[in-house]
């Protein structure tokens, strides 16, 4: 062992050993603390055995239904109750038919952002896929018969549908 772990264990061996009882009057004046030193402290006061409470008469366990081994579904808890509301009165306004939330958003953009194509003149060419194909396009071009190229990024492509709704950003990473 290192001189270093040596050291460590006598601390720690120090640090943990039993204090020395407190001096007493019989105890030479040379083993006594002396000023500046701190005191040692007297144990707790252990508080006494009471024997014949053990010996008292207890209840016996009743009988129960219970077993620990055996299983037993858990009971259901009660339905919710209902909440009813009051008719609304007569002097407010009758209720208004549910507005339509309007056509259904067109579907996503299925195509994913490969690649980007740069040439000498400083034009910027998007490479997509659809997962089966691979096909490109400039600012402006129409994709796949469906989707229009609306602005190409660095790091992304914004796309939207020939017929000008669901604009969708598709980053370089696919997504």
């Known amino acids: 062992m290192s001189g270093g772990a040596i050291a460590l264990l006598v601390v720690v061996f120090w640090s943990l050993r039993p204090a020395s009882p407190a001096p007493?009057?019989?105890?030479?004046?040379?083993?006594r603390p002396q000023a500046g030193q701190?005191?040692?402290?007297?144990?707790?006061?252990?508080?006494?055995v009471k024997l014949d409470s053990l010996a008292?008469?207890?209840?016996?366990?009743?009988?129960?239904?219970?077993?620990?081994?055996r299983y037993q579904p858990k009971v259901a808890p009660p339905p919710p109750r209902q909440v009813v509301e009051a008719p609304p009165a007569a002097t407010s306004e009758p209720p208004k038919p549910a507005v339509p939330a309007g056509p259904p958003p067109p579907p996503p953009i299925p195509l994913k952002f490969?690649?980007?194509?740069?040439?000498?003149?400083?034009?910027?060419?998007?490479?997509?896929?659809?997962?089966?194909?691979?096909?490109?396009?400039?600012e402006g071009d129409i994709v796949?018969?469906?989707?229009?190229?609306?602005?190409?990024?660095?790091?992304?492509?914004?796309?939207?549908?020939?017929?000008?709704?669901?604009?969708?950003?598709?980053?370089?990473?696919?997504?």
Not at 59 to 67: L, Q, S
Not at 125 to 130: G, Y
Not at 159 to 166: A, F, I, N
């Open 114 to 138: 490969i690649g980007l194509l740069e040439r000498a003149n400083g034009v910027k060419w998007a490479v997509l896929s659809d997962g089966k194909n691979v096909m490109h396009g400039r």
């Open 24 to 31: 007493s009057a019989a105890t030479p004046a040379a083993a």
């Open 56 to 69: 008292a008469d207890r209840d016996a366990p009743g009988d129960t239904n219970r077993n620990p081994f």
């Open 38 to 48: 701190p005191a040692a402290t007297a144990p707790a006061p252990v508080p006494p």
């Open 144 to 175: 796949e018969g469906r989707y229009r190229i609306v602005k190409i990024g660095t790091e992304s492509i914004e796309l939207t549908h020939v017929d000008g709704r669901g604009r969708q950003v598709v980053r370089l990473t696919g997504q």
